[in-house]
């Protein structure tokens, strides 16, 4: 039915994607060698909004791109692919533009793969950082690592600092998460209370950890192709991070992989220490602010690189 287009491909509609449309989004990121993730598509078009082309083909979307509003502080973009046959066509710089339509003055950010960066930089965007994705499987070393409902501090506690012995780790109960909203406002810089309240489903598991009664970190484990994702990844330093990665990687036997922010040195060593590698790497970018909000000291990984 569909007639093969004559037109340009610039001037193919661009239209809401929904949750009928997991499918042809995980098509798409199969097309560009990323994970199918359908879990992630499904979580990101329930709380941001997707927007996507339809193949002129007929064979399922030729491109999608998707937006994550944090109120009028910050849209986060993610999710920019387009399939293999239509590339270098214009087409991820037209769905740039009608998002930058769409936000209007409201500051923009992502992280761009190497693929992407150049065509951000044309439409004004700012490297304000960097993140390094580390995979692998994670190698306990030293502590018995018991499959932790109150899993003490980390392997090679020796190498932590006394400010960490005290953290206690546990997973989240339903009440944590006003206490998990408060700890992240200033880290993340503005309010995402409509993500970390999906993140109990969304999750295969989600950590705290607590000094003395009180919440100093949390951290969320989710499936992603063969790996499971540790993010969003939120302490109040390197000792609790490390804390909460090792009791999450208790409770999987896959391998894992987190997109840390390369300013945490000390957790990337750390976590190659414990058999993780880099995989790749991505630079994040503002439009319309010149960094981040929040604070990225605590702030290790974010939930994914599609919400900013
Ligand atoms: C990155 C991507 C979305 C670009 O889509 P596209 O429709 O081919 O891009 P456009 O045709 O609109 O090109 C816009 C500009 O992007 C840059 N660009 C596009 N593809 C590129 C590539 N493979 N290598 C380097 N730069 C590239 C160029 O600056 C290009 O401008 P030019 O054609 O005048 O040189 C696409 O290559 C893709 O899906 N890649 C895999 C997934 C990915 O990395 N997504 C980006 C996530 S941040």
Redesign the pocket.
């Known amino acids: 039915m569909h007639s093969p287009s004559p037109r340009s491909l610039v001037d193919l509609p661009i239209r809401r994607l929904n949750r009928g449309d997991l499918v042809p989004c995980a098509d798409l990121c199969e097309d560009?060698g990323?994970p199918r993730d359908e879990h992630r598509w499904g979580l990101l078009l329930s709380a941001g909004t997707g927007y996507g082309i339809d193949a002129p083909d007929g064979k399922g979307l030729a491109?999608t791109c998707l937006t994550m509003p944090y109120g009028s502080d910050l849209t986060a973009v993610?999710m920019?692919?387009?399939a293999g046959r239509?590339?270098?066509?214009?087409?991820?710089?037209?769905l740039m533009r009608h998002v930058m339509e769409m936000v209007a003055d409201t500051p923009l950010a992502?992280?761009?793969?190497?693929?992407?960066?150049?065509?951000?930089e044309?439409l004004g965007f700012s490297p304000v950082g960097r993140a390094e994705r580390v995979g692998g499987r994670f190698e306990a070393i030293g502590s018995g690592g018991s499959p932790a409902v109150s899993a003490s501090v980390a392997p090679s506690s020796s190498a932590l600092p006394s400010s960490a012995s005290s953290v206690t780790t546990r997973p989240a109960a339903a009440d944590d998460l006003q206490a998990m909203v408060r700890l992240d406002l200033p880290v993340f810089g503005t309010d995402r209370t409509h993500l970390l309240a999906r993140l109990p489903a969304f999750s295969d598991r989600l950590q705290v950890a607590e000094e003395h009664g009180e919440l100093v970190g949390y951290a969320a484990l989710w499936p992603s192709g063969q790996a499971a994702v540790v993010g969003p990844l939120i302490a109040r330093d390197t000792p609790t991070a490390q804390a909460l990665v090792a009791a999450l990687a208790t409770t999987t036997d896959r391998p894992l992989r987190a997109d840390v922010d390369a300013r945490h040195k000390e957790l990337l060593g750390w976590l190659t220490e414990h058999g993780l590698e880099p995989l790749s790497r991505?630079t994040v970018m503002t439009y319309g602010i010149p960094d981040l909000p929040g604070d990225a000291t605590r702030r290790f990984a974010p939930l994914t690189v599609a919400t900013g």
């Open positions: 560009r990323w491109a993610g920019m692919l387009v239509y590339a270098r066509q214009g087409i991820a710089r037209r992502l992280y761009a793969t190497e693929q992407g960066q150049p065509l951000y044309d991505t």
